[in-house]
């Protein structure tokens, strides 16, 4: 990435009430950083109608992300603008996912399979006993999901120490910039995940640390996964903000049950009598749930009389591990453009091994 073009686009996201739905629209209107850089701030605000750009301070904001970019390159700081190719594909199936992101760590954040497990900051030995199960037993059956947590304290915590131990990557989303680690207690798990993971904000290093920052990350610790698990919770607090907004994506929600009467047992109890999350009591309840499982042979034995080009069976193949995608994010991960993977997809619908799904989603038929 050109340095130029990195500090419009740091510059960007640093205009104060500009968020990345906005920084979307802009993108998409005007076509780069600069080019809206280069506007008069009367234009703007005559366009979007809005007022964060009646004191829209250019040279202020430009020195802002020239000071951006020499912390990220004194730390080894990696930056994903939501159109950079190794951006998230899960974030930019969100229109209002952060439009940045500052990476500390070498995983992979387009993992095929990915977890966000939250909970309560008071969690119980119970709650963080069930927590390290639940990982351990993934691990244990071969599984290598990338766990996503927000490294407060409770089961976040619980969520990515038992992923270091179990030999799984884990990613911390926080709700400060990567200068700094709250809480402070957790610096020397936060490198160990830098180490086996990775450490990522949507937040610059001179943007103020204020509550708003967490309830906002939640977002993104939704958005990055397939699936939201609540393992405790209160009848309110932020694993029910996760578990919300996961739902707003159309992402899977599951939960432990609790004992009538524990305090943080009632959100999780209340999350499944709404029908917001699936009831699980192990990772067999969770891999049924995801199709993660055993394959069925009806699949198999299809595919045994049907001849398919290469292409058709990496499609296949991607599939079976999923319980449903969309075009875009079976393009990413076959590699295969989408005007080629359209006909692809025609084809292995025609002879029925595939299902259109609402939304462009596919999945495979007959699981």
Known sequence: MQEDDLLYKLALTMIAGVGGATVRKLMAHFGSPKAIFDLPSTRL??????????????????KQAEKEIEFINANGIKTLFYTDSDYPYRLNRCDDTPAVLYVKGKTDLNNSKSISIVGTRKASSYGLSLCRQFVFRLAEKGYKPLIISGLAYG?????????LEAGLETVAVMGTGLNTVYPAAHGNIAKQIENNGALISEYSVSQPVIQGNFISRNRTVAALADVTVVVESAAKGGALITADIANSYNRDVMTFPGRVGDEFSQGCNNLIKANKAALIESVEDFEYQMNWSAKPQTVQKQLNFIQLSQPEQE?????????????NSISFHTGISIPELSVFMLNLEF????????????SLKNR
């Open 45 to 62: 605000e005559k366009i979007f109608n809005a007022s964060v750009f009646q004191n829209f301070n250019r040279d202020k904001i430009l």
């Open 155 to 163: 089961i976040d915590i619980c969520a990515h120490t038992a992923a």
């Open 315 to 327: 499609i296949v193949s991607f599939l079976k591990d999923k319980k449903s995608e969309d075009i």
């Open 351 to 362: 002879v029925g091994l595939i299902e259109v799904l609402p939304g462009n989603s596919y």
